[in-house]
């Protein structure tokens, strides 16, 4: 009995570390990365301008359609994609970190342009 007390969790524990294969129609990392990068400025951008909540709400979807255009991916794949690395913390965490990284240096270097990363 012992023994199987012992075999069960071995089990589900080698079977939880097993390697998954991403599958297909999943962002690469580096996509990821800078869909969440443009995603956060836009989203960033609408808090502050000054409208009430209701307005913001209803003019973030155009901001987060552009940021689908500039990066040539369907909002169904991205959603999808952000479901597969929030299933999977330390990728996630991973990306979260590069996500950061990146706002803090354009934060820094006041690179966010309204031409290159707004729409017009």
């Known amino acids: 009995m012992k023994k199987l007390l012992i075999f069960i969790p071995l089990i589900l524990l080698l079977q939880s570390c097993r390697n998954e294969d991403k ?3 999943i962002l690469n990392e580096d996509q990821m990365v800078g869909m969440l990068i443009d995603i956060h400025i836009a989203e960033g951008y609408v808090s502050t301008l000054p409208i009430n909540y209701d307005s913001s ?7 987060e359609k552009e940021v689908f255009r500039k990066h040539q991916v369907i909002d169904s794949v991205f959603h999808r994609s952000l479901e597969y690395y929030l299933a999977r913390p330390r990728i996630i965490d991973r990306v979260y970190a590069r996500v950061i990284d990146s706002l803090n240096v ?8 309204e031409s290159d990363e707004l729409p017009n």
């Open 106 to 113: 354009i934060e820094k270097e006041g690179n966010v342009k």
């Open 57 to 63: 709400r209803n003019l973030y979807p155009m901001f």
């Open 23 to 25: 599958p297909e129609d």
